[in-house]
């Protein structure tokens, strides 16, 4: 226990180089991931013992104290790392492997109500950024990258770096892929914007009646006045 305990510390001031030069003393009292951690490893020894309300309880309770949610079924490798933590959400069947790293606001979330298996997986040094969602039973590979506020629904092969809504792997091996340039133009282009839908409706609107009024214009008769001597 205190060795895997050491190599929790290690592991932050590893990582984090706000943590670099910090005693293990500022590092035991200040990281929520690592509270979160070891409180989820007591709740999954309860839930493998079949203690689930207890289980269940401790979660919540690490959630109030931490603001990471971590159901008490998840399997998580060593040396894991929550960066900042707030708003982390890891379900029930996750599988994380070793050296992971997650940072504020991912979600390692289900895409229904089906039962059994139906939460992602994370290879060995797999890094999810800020905002990024994973959903559904899917693999990410080896090593591979979310980037930040990237919706993942689809299996990552090893060694790739995925982005955009939904994601899409724009590095693999190293090397940039075709797909990176059609990514770019989901993000920026493809998505849905009700606002900029609206402005372009209500602009061919009134290119309409414009229209309609230099008609009739070009169609009244010449010389005829109205009440007051004005042209009608």
């Not at 910090?22 to 070891?38: D, E, I, K, R, T």
């Not at 289980?55 to 998840?74: D, K, N, V």
């Not at 139906?118 to 969602?133: F, I, M, Q, Y």
């Not at 998505?191 to 061919?204: K, S």
Request: aromatic share 4%.
């Amino acid at each position: 226990m205190l060795e895997r305990i050491r190599e929790d510390i290690a592991t932050i001031k590893e990582r984090d180089p706000a943590a670099c030069s910090s005693s293990a003393l500022n590092v035991l009292l200040n990281y929520p991931g690592l509270h979160a951690l070891w409180m989820h490893r007591i709740n999954h020894r309860l839930e493998k013992a079949g203690l689930c309300t207890f289980a269940r309880w401790g979660s919540q309770c690490a959630r109030f104290l931490t603001g990471i949610e971590i159901h008490p079924g998840a399997s998580i490798g060593r040396r894991f790392f929550i960066d900042h933590g707030m708003g982390v959400v890891i379900g029930e069947t996750s599988v994380i492997g070793d050296d992971v790293t997650l940072f504020q606001g991912v979600t390692l979330g289900g895409t229904g109500k089906q039962v059994g298996k139906r939460h992602p997986d994370l290879g060995d040094g797999v890094t999810v950024g800020v905002g990024a969602s994973v959903l559904g039973d899917i693999k990410v590979g080896d090593n591979s990258k979310v980037g930040a506020g990237a919706v993942v629904i689809y299996e990552v092969p090893p060694n790739c770096t995925v982005v955009g809504v939904p994601g899409k792997i724009v590095v693999r091996d190293g090397a940039r892929t075709d797909s990176e340039e059609h990514a770019a133009q989901d993000r920026h282009e493809d998505l849905p914007d009700p606002v900029f839908d609206m402005i372009r409706f209500v602009a061919a609107r009134v290119e309409e009646l414009e229209s309609k009024v230099t008609q009739l214009e070009d169609t009244r008769p010449s010389g005829v006045q109205g009440a007051h001597g004005e042209d009608i």
